[in-house]
């Protein structure tokens, strides 16, 4: 198998590559070859040669351009092949904009699966053999983030709260205190308690713990939503 692996890091880029070479049957190959690339140009150079690759890893980041989704798109409009190409999102941090990056991937430019940081090179193995084994691979941590965004905007306003009270609910629901509340959403515990009385008031409930049960309920009648 031939493995075109685009990524800005050159060092990590080139010892990943001897790593998955040495280690080949470890992912359930009996032989890889991965071709280390550092730009765009060169991994659209790569992707349309004759024969083509079986596969590309490509650095969402790469030429140190931030252009996300945008990458994987420019580099679908050249893949005439069809090789199957997964996304690397190297700097690891899951936010907002992150997850409608990965939904884009996934939705929009047919990512093939998701691989998310440098550091934990364990579940990027792991990532790294289910992808090649055809299956289409996320990570835990960005299905989840994925998953409490979905659940987000179905539920904007559940029983008439405000987009603030929903934040406060939700982290209610995970039992946190207030001063954790607080602490997250960069608010003054004051705030957090004012918030929290409109939140029981609406929810009819009577304190944290009913207003708790009462929000992880309606997050359960949701996740059955989407799984139907």
């Known amino acids: 198998m031939k493995i075109v692996w685009a990524d800005s890091h050159e060092l990590h880029c080139i010892a990943l590559a001897h790593y998955l070479e040495l280690n080949a049957e470890e992912l359930g190959m009996a032989c890889i070859k991965v071709v280390p690339v550092f730009t765009f140009a060169r991994a659209i150079e790569e992707l349309t040669r004759d024969p083509p690759p079986d596969f590309v890893f490509l650095d969402l980041d790469l030429d140190d351009a931030p252009r996300g989704a945008r990458t994987l798109e420019q580099l679908q409009a050249h893949n005439r092949h069809n090789v199957p190409v997964a996304?690397?999102?190297?700097?690891?941090?899951?936010?907002?904009?992150?997850?409608?990056?990965?939904?884009?991937?996934?939705?929009?430019?047919?990512?093939?699966?998701?691989?998310?940081?440098?550091?934990?090179?364990?579940?990027?193995?792991?990532?790294?053999?289910?992808?090649?084994?055809?299956?289409?691979?996320?990570?835990?941590?960005?299905?989840?983030?994925?998953?409490?965004?979905?659940?987000?905007?179905?539920?904007?306003?559940?029983?008439?709260?405000?987009?603030?009270?929903?934040?406060?609910?939700?982290?209610?629901?995970?039992?946190?205190?207030?001063?954790?509340?607080?602490?997250?959403?960069?608010?003054s515990p004051g705030h957090v308690r004012q918030v929290s009385c409109a939140i029981y008031d609406k929810l009819g409930v009577r304190n944290r713990t009913e207003a708790a049960i009462r929000v992880n309920e309606l997050a359960e009648k949701e996740v059955e939503k989407c799984a139907g």
């Open 87 to 187: 996304a690397w999102m190297t700097h690891g941090h899951i936010d907002d904009q992150a997850v409608e990056t990965i939904r884009t991937c996934l939705g929009d430019h047919a990512a093939q699966g998701i691989l998310v940081g440098r550091n934990d090179h364990r579940h990027t193995l792991n990532g790294l053999r289910r992808i090649l084994a055809g299956d289409l691979w996320i990570p835990d941590a960005v299905l989840r983030r994925l998953t409490c965004t979905r659940l987000d905007e179905r539920m904007r306003n559940p029983h008439g709260l405000s987009p603030r009270e929903w934040e406060v609910a939700r982290r209610i629901g995970r039992g946190l205190s207030g001063k954790e509340i607080a602490r997250e959403l960069d608010i």
